[in-house]
């Protein structure tokens, strides 16, 4: 039953590998072929950001510079996701429009690291040596550059969101609780309107070296997150920017949006990951939402990031869900913080035109049957339990 | 409080457990002892060498061991300890059993210097070394350690997993507004019913080499280095800048309802948080002062309260010129003629800015004011800023009866945050 402050997504920016904006993204999925850089990190292959027209979104080239890639990106997405809820510029809505932000942080000064990793070992007083090149050698904007919420500030400068303006960190589930703590305020009237979404650039070698550190990236040549399975699993990342504007109904209605679907239910959780624990919370989360749940019409878009054990698991849960699936991590490569909106945004897109598109690879199932619903999971590739519900609007 | 419900008839939220650790020692009574008689923090680092900085002073905890130093591991250290603190005073819940979520407001992860020495050592490149040969070491699989304590989420994982808190837990980061935003969310999830109960920690240890610099290239800290309990100055005409420090603040937030029905003590009471971003500069605040004008406001029309009704301000006052200066634009727009009169006092003049833990940190602080009827002073208060004419209860604490208060907290990004807490 349709209800007021239900809470819909009315607008939708997504830049990724597979191109810039949601209908380039459908059009991708529906005719896929998978978009990879192996060369530049070799052995890692990534999913490479598309090329923006950066100053589409961002008009002044004074920002873009105090900007580093992972800010751009968010930036970027983030104006794409109002134009497309129709409320850009609309400076009196914004000032009231709450923001939260899923986003680790930002990229290094890799030459200034690369020289003093050098130099220090060979420095006669190797502490007076750091001190003196990183006060020498850093450039003071690039702090700002990295601090976490400052994809939200440069958001607030850019595009003026300043009602509120909040960051979550912590890889995937910083993503799932940023959409279910919106949806979670429109539903009990401590906003009506949100922009939320994250950003994270994939093209950078320290965080190809923090996940090597755990073992968990996935060697040349690619394949997709299911069939990586029978040979040890891994996450090939991906750069992705992802926002949703996501509004009461009543909001929506009054202003004349049409919205993409509306987000029925959403479940976060954590767990140790003992054997069959993340699948408890997922069947505890899927139970709660049952009310809403219609089979016949359902697909899952899967937040899977290849990671071997976490991937099994969800895949076994899924199969007891039997209903067709796709991992957006194959398309667009495992993102982390923006990668439960960027699952929401493909589910939204399928909801809205009541089809999904056609599978990523072999293992995935087609589907026939009009598309009514999407089931989306976030399973983190170390921590933390999503489930979603995407019903049309 | 005869009712267990707000102005809105939303669940009044109180605060039934506090910790808190700063650089002027571990607890309530020892921080209260030493805040309330002026003593500062501050002190000389001795944590990383410091030649050629400009700044050599900091409030680091330096009296709390970790096994492994680096942020994100006495960030969680000092959480720990704090968290104890506040649930024992609480009596919430059983050990190890929370009955509401974790709310985290943590400093922004990321791997250090040591790491990447040690990483470099471990690749036997010789002279040049590059991310390439950090990389090749790091498929070793020995540290495989470092890639959990450097997610952004383990601090939280492990709390939630050592205290039993429920659901997934959210780690927040609003720069130097952290721990307003922490505490802010609680409050919304206690008023939508979602929980009776939630566990709000602010909590920061990142004084190290690179964090110091970036702050110092910006031009934000004081380097006015001897004697280092002099360099805090807040509202004094001869302000330069901030000191960084590292603290951690716990707070068990709980409906009073809740409160009641257990036999809790009420320490004080979470009236009203207002917030507004600002888009005017990345660090700046607008000249004109409005989106602190607009987030003090919003706090008070959220707690149902009037300019009038408050009694005392905790200010940010983090010692910038620009920070207190537009501290003050905006007090003095929403107080009015009041504002010179109403006690405004800097703790970070006694602990240094605890950045991400400030706001949890302050807004124990402003309950214990409240509770203990004395205003800590702002001290080095030597040259009266004759732009900023405030009441900053100058270099000794001042007994009054304050009924409320607000406790301000901003931060880079335009992050504004105020909280007003009121006597339970």
Partial sequence: MAHERDALITGIGIVSCLGSGADAHWDALNDFTPVVDTESFKPFPVHPLAPLDLDKQIPKRGDQRQMEAWQRMGVFAAGLALDSAGVKGNTELLSQMGMIVAAGGGERDYAVDTAILSGYPKAPNPGAYLNEHLLGDLRPTLFLAQLSNLLAGNISIVHGVIGSSRTFMGEEGSGADAVRIACARIAAGQGDIMLVGGSYNAQRPDVLLHYEMGGLLRRAPFDGVWARQSSGGGMVLGSVGCFLVIESRAHAAERGATAFGHIAAIRTDRCRRGPGEATANARAQFEAMAAHYDPAGAEVISGASGAAAPTAEEQAFLAEIGRPVRATATALGHSLEPSFPASLALAALSVQRGALFGPLEATEQTMTAPLTQALVTSWGHWRGEALALVTAA | ?424
């Fill in chain 2, 1 to 424: 409080m005869t009712k267990d419900t707000d102005h809105l008839g939303r669940p009044i939220v109180v605060v039934t457990g506090m910790g808190v650790i700063t650089s002027l020692g571990q607890g309530q009574a020892d921080n209260w002892k030493a805040l309330t008689s002026g003593v500062s923090g501050i002190r000389r680092i001795s944590r990383f060498p410091i030649e050629g900085l400009r700044t050599t002073i900091a409030g680091t905890v330096d009296f709390v061991p970790v096994e492994e130093l680096s942020a994100p591991a006495l960030s969680q250290r000092l959480a720990e300890l704090v968290i104890e603190e506040a649930v024992a005073e609480s009596g919430i819940g059983r050990v190890g059993d929370f009955p509401g979520p974790l709310l985290l407001a943590l400093p922004p992860v990321e791997m250090e210097w040591a790491q990447r020495f040690a990483l470099a050592a471990a690749s036997g490149a010789n002279d040049t070394v590059t991310y390439d040969d950090l990389i090749r070491a790091a498929g070793s699989g020995s540290f495989e350690p470092w890639y959990r304590r450097f997610l952004f989420s383990s601090v939280g994982e492990n709390l939630a997993e050592r205290f039993g808190t429920k659901g997934l837990p959210i780690a927040t980061s609003t720069a130097c507004a952290s721990g307003g935003t922490a505490i802010q969310l609680g409050v919304e999830a206690i008023r939508r019913g979602e929980t009776d109960a939630a566990l709000v920690v602010g909590t920061d240890a990142s004084v190290n080499a690179e964090s110091l610099i970036r702050f110092s290239l910006l031009s934000a800290l004081s380097t006015r280095n001897e004697p280092p309990s002099s360099a805090s100055r807040p509202f004094s005409k001869d302000r330069e800048g901030f000191v960084m420090a590292e603290g951690a603040g716990a707070l068990v937030l709980e409906s009073l309802a809740s409160a009641r029905s257990r036999g809790a003590t009420v320490l004080g009471v979470v009236q009203g948080c207002g917030e507004v971003a600002d888009g005017f500069h990345r660090t700046r605040s607008s000249p004109d002062g409005k989106p602190i004008i607009a987030c003090m406001r919003n706090a008070l029309a959220d707690a149902g309260l009037a300019p009038e009704d408050v009694g005392y301000i905790n200010a940010h006052g983090t010692g910038t010129p620009e920070n207190d200066k537009m501290e003050w634009v905006g007090v003095s727009a929403v107080f009015g003629e009041r504002a010179g009169s109403i006690p405004m006092s800097s703790n970070k003049s006694m602990i240094g800015h605890s950045l991400t833990a400030a706001g949890t940190v302050e807004a124990i602080f402003t309950v214990l004011t409240i509770r203990n009827g004395l205003l800590p002073p702002t001290i080095n208060y030597d040259i009266p800023d004759p732009l900023l004419p405030v009441d900053c209860v100058p270099n000794v604490a001042r007994a009054a009866s304050v009924r409320h208060a607000i406790s301000n907290s901003f931060g880079f990004g335009g992050q504004n945050v105020c909280l007003v807490l009121g006597a339970a």
